[in-house]
């Protein structure tokens, strides 16, 4: 009897040890990981955690994982093997030497302190962890996205346009188009004089070609003003970013239903750019420098368009670069650049017009990839990095306007977000100024004759690229995007970008029925 009663205390002196231990190590998890998470991504929107929960992680950086897993417990273990160590001390001395922690009251009755103070850790231990948990909650923006799932938003039924119940016209001469998604790229770069917010520009390349080029700045005063969409509310990540500009609509994923957990169609509902360019003859490429399945790029180009994909595993198996060859999200943009003639020679040389589409990603947070090519002209490395993609962005347009080809060529050059880096904020001269993609179309046959200034969102480049290459319009409005050509007035002009925001926020029947089919 008295052996089952000695096996019975192990036992839950044991489990007692087990579980604090495990609720500590989650406090200490919850804790490191918001603090490495803000640091490394800056404020990432709960809708994006949740999209990547719903799809597949496939093509990620291991080197991401790796970096938190070994910071964790660098940062951590110490401290986990100390309330290990003085957890089983301190339980094991109170079930070997009971009598000692046993006190008498007045009343005559036995008063366990060695119990009590298991008790106390226990509820100290478990209050933490509900104050981690809520301080993640306010911190992610859970409360706040739980909160809009139980609204409902109209935007859809009144102001989406479906583009397959529209008439585009496709020009007689057909335009080729060359999208270079530039990875986190914003206006907030250039220099205060030209629209930005830095008090060194560090994109003087690429401010040039926005001057010279459409950023829909209108016919105001100052020449040099360059200006660039919002981003708006599910549209600040790279493909969130991506949907947003090629079919106009932001990326929402609800948290139940659908089959986004299975994950075999993307949008299935959405007629894009690549739907259109194909149905019009178009050969069309996408070139990136990871695993274009991350976040569904893949599903999503070929699934919308049968997009080529060109990414590092096709690199690889290619020949175009080493098997165990890897650096940053795959390989550097100094590469992606040298990829992109060759492949874009191959399309010219088709006779047929062509949608070549590719995206950077030495701009990347937390602050960049320093390659071969970068300087250190600046004083961070976020800054070297920017400035380095600049160059070898305009360099790039160099070389197109040298071929035969860019006299029937569109060129977009546009951020696909805002940066999440939390260096941004360290580099910024007003803490009051509203952040914007950096977006340019050039080589257009229009031009914008508006005096006013543009307010519209990366959804408004869907119709706007189209209009630019000599496609025809019916209403000049395509998803919940306007020709920014036209004299039609963009959502946020019309509503303003916090009412637009609020109302992408929330749940939409239309989205969820028509669009997520």
């Known amino acids: 009897m008295k052996k089952k009663r000695e096996k019975k205390v192990i036992i839950k002196s044991v489990l007692y040890i087990v579980i604090v231990f495990v609720l500590f190590t989650l406090i200490t998890l919850i804790n490191f990981g918001l603090d490495w998470a803000e640091k490394t991504y800056g404020t990432v929107p709960f809708s994006q955690l949740v999209f990547h929960l719903k799809v597949p992680l496939k093509g990620t950086s291991n080197t991401i994982t790796g970096d938190f897993i070994h910071k964790y417990f660098r940062n951590n273990i110490l401290f986990l093997i100390i309330t290990l160590i003085s957890l089983c001390l301190f339980t094991i001395t109170h079930m070997q030497n009971r009598e000692k922690f046993i006190l008498k009251n007045k009343s005559d009755k036995y008063i366990d302190i060695g119990k009590i103070l298991k008790i106390f850790i226990f509820l100290c231990v478990v209050t933490s962890l509900g104050y981690e948990v809520a ?22 039924e009144k102001y989406y346009v479906d583009a397959s119940k529209v008439s585009i016209t ?5 335009k080729n188009l060359i999208y270079i998604y530039c990875e986190s790229l914003e206006k907030t770069f250039l220099s205060t004089e030209y629209g930005g917010n830095m008090a060194n520009n560090l994109m003087p390349n690429l401010t040039c070609l926005a001057i010279n080029g459409e950023n829909f700045s209108g016919l105001s005063d100052d020449a040099d003003y360059v200006n660039g969409p919002y981003c708006a509310y599910n549209t600040e990540w790279t493909i969130a970013g991506m949907v947003a500009q090629s079919s106009g609509i932001s990326l929402n994923i609800p948290i139940d239903g659908n089959s986004y957990g299975e994950y075999s169609k993307f949008l299935p509902g959405v007629t894009s750019l690549g739907d259109i360019l194909k149905k019009s003859g178009y050969s069309q490429e996408l070139l990136v420098g ?3 399945a991350f976040g569904g790029r893949k599903n999503y180009f070929s699934q919308h368009g049968k997009y080529k994909i060109f990414d590092l595993s096709i690199a690889k198996k290619e020949g175009y670069i080493d098997e165990e060859y890897s650096v940053n999200w795959g390989f550097e943009d100094e590469k992606l650049f040298e990829y992109a003639k060759y492949e874009i020679m191959e399309l010219a040389s ?9 995206l950077t ?8 990839y320093v390659c071969d090519l970068c300087g250190d002209e600046f004083d961070t490395q976020y800054e070297n990095v920017i400035s380095c993609s600049d160059r070898q962005i305009y360099d790039f347009v160099l070389w197109l306007k040298n071929q035969d080809f860019y006299e029937d060529t569109v060129v977009v050059i546009s951020g696909d977000h805002t940066s999440m880096s939390t260096a941004v904020k360290e580099l910024e001269v007003n803490d009051d100024y509203n952040r914007k993609v950096f977006s340019v179309v050039l080589n257009s046959d229009l031009e914008y004759y508006g005096y006013m200034e543009r307010q519209f969102t990366t959804m408004d480049l869907f119709p706007t690229t189209l209009a630019s290459m000599g496609f025809v319009i019916e209403g000049d409005r395509l998803g919940l995007g306007t020709n920014l050509y036209s004299d039609k007035q963009t959502l946020t002009e019309e509503m303003g970008i916090d009412k637009l925001n609020d109302e992408l926020s929330k749940v939409s029947d239309y989205y969820n029925k028509n669009i997520l089919r």
């Not at 859970?142 to 139980?150: A, S, T």
């Not at 990603?361 to 960049?368: N, Q, R, V």
């Open 135 to 156: 301080d993640a909650s306010e911190r992610l923006g859970i409360r706040e996205y739980v909160k809009l799932m139980n609204k409902k938003s109209t935007i859809y």
């Open 170 to 174: 496709a020009p007689e001469k057909k």
């Open 290 to 292: 990871s695993d274009a």
């Open 350 to 358: 088709e006779n047929k017009p062509f949608n070549f589409t590719m």
């Open 361 to 368: 990603s030495d701009t990347h947070f937390p602050e960049g």
